[in-house]
């Protein structure tokens, strides 16, 4: 019996896929390519729409800020009392009066010397909210001060407490007759509004 031997076999092998890379095509896919050239294509109009959305934007964000503007300014009630004017001589000496500005109460002192005396007396320097009299009034006789305790926003009672100026039954809050807190839990003096007098006889609140 022969032996056949490895050296004997065919020197060459045939693949059964001969031939087929021959036959393997690529798609063209030129037929979906843009062929429109430079910006005057689909970008154009991208540019368009965007410019316009910015618009309308723009627009819709200005209303919404005069709106919200309108809404917020003083109506008209508000800006006829935004300054009041008082005739002071039908305001006797010794005497208070109390007005309504800007929905607060406002006191209007017409002080006597002895009381101006004893405001410019006292030792301002020592309290615990130190103001001189000179500082919180710009006529002596004249005294004028918003009427809202500083504690709790009550409104004081005139011609009362320790010191002969403004007490405030609430929590015990005593004034003196410059408005200055003496004694009690408040923790500053009864605020001076912005005031000044146009003319002799006359001041202008606001």
């Avoid at 031939?19 to 005057?40: D, H, L, M, Q």
């Avoid at 006829?80 to 109390?98: C, F, H, R, S, T």
């Avoid at 309290?127 to 918003?146: F, G, N, T, Y």
Wanted: charged share 25%.
């Amino acid at each position: 019996m022969q032996t056949r031997n490895a050296s004997d076999a065919p020197a060459s092998f045939n693949s059964p896929f001969k031939g087929s890379a021959s036959s393997t095509s690529i798609p063209s896919f030129a037929a979906y390519r843009n062929k429109s050239k430079g910006e005057n294509g689909p970008k154009m109009m991208q540019y368009f729409m965007v410019g316009t959305m910015g618009a309308l934007a723009s627009l819709g964000a200005k209303a919404t800020v005069q709106d919200f503007l309108v809404n917020m300014s003083a109506s008209a009630d508000v800006l006829a009392q935004a300054k009041v004017e008082i005739d002071l001589a039908a305001i006797p000496e010794g005497k208070n009066v109390i007005i309504k500005w800007r929905g607060k109460p406002v006191f209007i002192r017409h002080r006597t010397e002895s009381e101006i005396k004893e405001a410019e007396d006292t030792k301002w320097e020592s309290l615990r909210d130190p103001q001189s009299d000179a500082d919180r009034v710009q006529k002596p006789e004249w005294l004028i001060m918003l009427g809202v305790c500083t504690h709790l926003g009550c409104v004081p009672i005139g011609e009362a407490g320790d010191f002969g100026g403004w007490f405030c039954p609430c929590h015990g809050s005593h004034y003196d007759i410059s408005g200055r807190i003496r004694k009690g839990p408040a923790p500053l003096n009864l605020e001076i509004p912005q005031y000044d007098f146009p003319e002799e006889g006359k001041v202008v609140i606001g």
